[in-house]
């Protein structure tokens, strides 16, 4: 892998001094990282794409571009909090609809029973 790492690192380099701006400023980015760059060859567990957090995000695109995002900051970090919250809960395979209710019963002082605050095992859709 030594051989592969010095080549991109050295092509990176070679990008840096010899390509059009934009190209040349992303291989420098990249050179900065360079430590990081490595990190799935040597640390199990760690995934050598962004794949994952692509998927993560899909949701929330294809909401934002069918329902024309938002019409303010307010409802823009409304739409974050609620979308992170449901991702969150339904990869804890936490029932979304009782969690929310449990944290918004709590919200306003009072108290939610604690199978409801948990979540359970099942995912609402």
């Given at each position: 892998?030594?051989?592969l790492m010095r080549k991109v690192e050295r092509l990176l380099a070679e990008a840096a001094q010899v390509c059009p701006k934009p190209v040349a400023g992303t291989a420098r980015e990249i050179l900065k990282l360079k430590d990081a760059l490595w990190t799935f060859v040597y640390t199990e567990g760690v995934e050598p794409t962004n794949n994952l957090a692509e998927r993560d995000l899909r949701h929330a695109v294809i909401w934002r571009k069918t329902s024309f995002g938002t019409q303010s900051e307010d409802g823009s970090r409304f739409v974050e909090r609620i979308l992170t919250a449901v991702r969150s809960l339904?990869?804890?395979?936490?029932n979304v609809l009782d969690a929310l209710t449990a944290s918004l019963t709590l919200a306003?002082?009072?108290a939610a029973g604690g199978h409801a605050?948990?979540?359970t095992a099942r995912s609402a859709r």
């Open positions: 892998m030594r051989p339904r990869k804890q395979e936490r306003q002082g009072g605050a948990q979540g």
